[in-house]
C-alpha cells in the first residue's frame, strides 16, 4: 500500500516527528510503500542541516535523510513554512539575497500543492503533530 | 467505510479522546497513541466512558508507548488490544482512512 505522511511538529518537541519515523519505518519494513512526507509548520525543523544533537541521542534530521536515501522517501518542507522559520534551500538562499542555506540531504523545499498531490495519490494519508 | 482514529492526548490534558468517541461512528477504532495511551489504564475518570463507548468502537493502544511511560500492558483496560508500530501500520491499511485527533 501507498502511505503519504504529513509531520506537523518539530524535531524534539514532543514525539510526532518520533512517531512519525516508526510508522514510517514500520510501513516500509512490511513492504508497503512511503512515497512522502510533507513536512508543515514547525515540522519543516526536521529538515535542518545544522542539528547537532548529543552524540548518545537519536540524530532527527539525519535519521529522515537516511530513510529518504535507502528507499527513496520524498521528503518535502513547505516552502511558506520553511521561509518564516529560516530554513532555506540553495536556490531560495539566492533569490533572498542569503549567504547561507541549511536544507538536509533528502530534504526538498516545495509548495503545498505536493501535500495535495501525497492525498491523491496516497491511498492512505497519516497525520502527526502536537 | 471504517475509519482509524488516532488519539495523542491524554484525557487529563485535553479533550480529543471525548470529541473523537463522541463523533466516532460505529464500526470504526480508536488507536490511542503518544500520552493518549493514559486513556487506557484501568481505574482512572476516563476508564468508564472508554469501556463505555467499546460496545461499538473497537480500541487499540500502542505498547511501545505505553511502555515509554512506564504504564504495564497488564493494567489496559479489558478489551483494548496493544499494537507495536507494525500493527498500527496494519490498521492503518485495514481501515478506509486514518483521522489524527491532534
Request: aromatic share 8%.
Amino acid at each position: 500500500m501507498k502511505f503519504g505522511i504529513l509531520v506537523n511538529e518539530g524535531p524534539y518537541t514532543h514525539q510526532a516527528s518520533d512517531s512519525a519515523f516508526e510508522f514510517a519505518k514500520s510501513a516500509i519494513e512490511k513492504g508497503h510503500e512511503v512515497f512522502r512526507v510533507f513536512f508543515y509548520h514547525d515540522g519543516v525543523n526536521n529538515g535542518t542541516s545544522l542539528a547537532v544533537p548529543p552524540q548518545d541521542d537519536r540524530h532527527i534530521p539525519n535519521r529522515w535523510s537516511e530513510l529518504a536515501k535507502d528507499h527513496s522517501v520524498d521528503l518535502v518542507l513547505c516552502v511558506a513554512a520553511a521561509q518564516r522559520r529560516g530554513m532555506l534551500d540553495e536556490d531560495e538562499a539566492k533569490r533572498n539575497g542569503k549567504t547561507s542555506n541549511n536544507v538536509a540531504e533528502g530534504f526538498r523545499i516545495s509548495g503545498l500543492g505536493q501535500l495535495i498531490e501525497a492525498g491523491i495519490q496516497a491511498d492512505r494519508m497519516v497525520v502527526f503533530g502536537d | 467505510m471504517a475509519m482509524l482514529h488516532t488519539v495523542n492526548k491524554s484525557p487529563f490534558e485535553k479533550n480529543s479522546l471525548d470529541s473523537c468517541m463522541r463523533l466516532a461512528k460505529a464500526g470504526s477504532s480508536v488507536l490511542l497513541i503518544e500520552d493518549g495511551v493514559v486513556a487506557a489504564m484501568k481505574g482512572t475518570k476516563h476508564s468508564n466512558a472508554v469501556a463505555d463507548a467499546m460496545t461499538d468502537v473497537s480500541f487499540y493502544v500502542l505498547g511501545p508507548d505505553l511502555k515509554a511511560r512506564g504504564l504495564s500492558e497488564n493494567n489496559v483496560v479489558d478489551g483494548i488490544k496493544v499494537v507495536d508500530y507494525s500493527g498500527f501500520v496494519d490498521l492503518a491499511t485495514e481501515h478506509e482512512s486514518v483521522q489524527a485527533w491532534l
